[in-house]
């Protein structure tokens, strides 16, 4: 209207809105992302999940910053708006190598606390660990009114459990071993992984998390 009064002519005022989307990638790094059963290892399918939300967020001019996680937080970028940021993203996934024990519930308390602007929280991770310090982790975030996505890894294996001799089970994170006929252990071990899956389950609806559940051998 200014510009009406000036000029005795309309003029419509055009911008282009900044979404102002923060995206911070939280990878796993621990030493059970290091597990293949024959096909792709899981931190590889990590990878290629982070990169790929990565560049859709932006291409649409979001920031984005990635924080690796083990035994505490092993890596961490905050979120920039510029190719040459994503290109360190990216360099970091490249260098992220699977090791030691993992302290995810606490690297998002950590999190929450310290990322200050709203932002969508996307978590890759085999999520071994136990349901009721994560359910108070995604609690914590969504009180700082962030968004949390959750990209559950898993490898067949890991589901179906079809070993058919003795084994020896070793604990990728640092624990010890164990050697044990898989036909004796099959029905415990369904058992105990039908229960943790249930476990989460339930922390996904009470928290209103986005969760997806991903198996290796799936595209």
């Not at 282009?16 to 939280?26: G, K, M, P, S, Y």
């Not at 990878?47 to 001019?61: D, E, N, T």
């Amino acid at each position: 209207w200014r510009a009406f009064g000036r000029s005795d002519r309309h003029y419509v005022k055009e911008y282009e809105a900044d979404t102002n989307l923060r995206l911070c990638l939280v990878v796993d790094t621990s030493g059970s992302m290091d597990y293949s059963s024959g096909g792709i290892v899981k931190i590889e399918y990590a990878r290629r999940i982070a990169a790929a939300l990565g560049y859709l967020a932006s291409q649409q001019g979001d920031a984005v910053g990635i924080t690796c996680v083990a035994d505490g937080i092993v890596r961490s970028l905050p979120p920039r708006r510029s190719p040459a940021h994503l290109g360190l993203v990216f360099d970091v996934l490249e260098a992220a190598r699977p090791a030691g024990p993992t302290r995810l519930p606490e690297v998002l308390h950590e999190l929450a606390e310290t990322t200050r602007q709203r932002a969508v929280v996307a978590v890759v991770s085999d999520l071994f660990c136990e349901p009721e310090a994560l359910a108070t982790a995604f609690s914590h975030l969504k009180f700082r009114r962030h968004d949390v996505a959750v990209f559950h890894l898993l490898d067949p294996q890991e589901i179906a459990f079809r070993f058919q001799r003795p084994t020896r089970f070793l604990d990728m994170e640092g624990g010890g071993a164990i050697f044990a006929d898989p036909l004796d252990i099959a029905d415990r071990y369904h058992a105990a992984v039908e229960a943790w899956l249930e476990s989460l389950r339930r922390v996904v609806l009470e928290s209103a998390i986005d969760y997806h559940r991903i198996v290796t051998d799936e595209p």
